[in-house]
């Protein structure tokens, strides 16, 4: 296993445009996050997942973002009608269920919205 | 409010001297996990540390340990013998119960720069 893998690595966006993220986790575990960081800040909650089971959307910043994982493997965040207040690092993470082994990142989409 | 708690916002160490990165925590919960990671400048987050809410002995890895006093909810993260290429981020993080999930709340960082 590689680890976590988010793609793209880069991703630049007209104002308005949609873009979709994908992250497939380490296959064993079972728990996936997506968390923003924006520059000099540290990762911020947006949502997580259980299996297929999206167990915490509460905190995804506006209606406009949205997750899926739908076979409990790989998951896509989507982000309608960007704004430029949406470039930031877009981050997955995924654990085992005790989570005490911590949680594992993948490097990260950027996202640019000019 | 804010859960996690960096009052540094930048540490400068003398290479192979110690360091330790402060960390607060709030929470009513009484099951929790608290981590620290690294991230270096190119982006990737790496988990260092974690301390169990039970856990009587504080954690240690290699040249990081950390500094659990739970009556002060403070959870300070120590760098032994540090090195150049411990110059990074450093975010502590909690994972409290909220409802039925578990959620990871990460501080807003430390800059350590080491300094040959």
Not at chain 1, 1 to 18: A, F
Not at chain 1, 38 to 51: A, D, H, I, M
Request: net charge neutral; proline share 3%.
């Amino acid at each position: 296993d590689t680890g976590v893998s988010q793609n793209p690595r880069h991703k630049i966006t007209k104002r308005g445009q949609n873009v979709t993220f994908r992250c497939d986790p380490i296959s064993e575990h079972n728990r996936l996050y997506w968390y923003r960081q924006t520059l000099g800040q540290g990762p911020e909650f947006l949502t997580y997942f259980q299996n297929e089971a999206q167990l915490e959307k509460s905190r995804l910043l506006s209606d406009r973002f949205s997750a899926e994982r739908p076979k409990g493997s790989f998951s896509t965040l989507e982000i309608q009608r960007t704004e430029q207040g949406d470039s930031a690092m877009y981050l997955c993470a995924s654990s085992e269920d005790r989570g005490s082994y911590g949680y594992t990142f993948g490097s990260g989409t950027r996202l640019t919205v000019v | 409010a804010q859960k996690i708690t960096q009052t540094q916002p930048g540490m400068f160490v003398q290479e192979k001297e110690a360091v330790t990165l402060d960390c607060t925590y709030d929470t009513s919960d009484q099951s929790y996990g608290l981590f620290w990671y690294k991230q270096p400048s190119s982006g990737e987050m790496i988990f260092l540390i974690y301390q169990g809410s039970y856990d009587e002995q504080n954690a240690t890895e290699g040249r990081y340990s950390l500094n659990f006093q739970k009556a002060r909810k403070s959870a300070n993260l120590v760098i032994s013998a540090s090195q150049l290429g411990d110059s990074a981020m450093y975010f502590c993080a909690m994972r409290e119960r909220s409802g039925g999930s578990y959620i990871p709340t990460f501080g807003r960082g430390t800059s350590l720069i080491v300094h040959p």
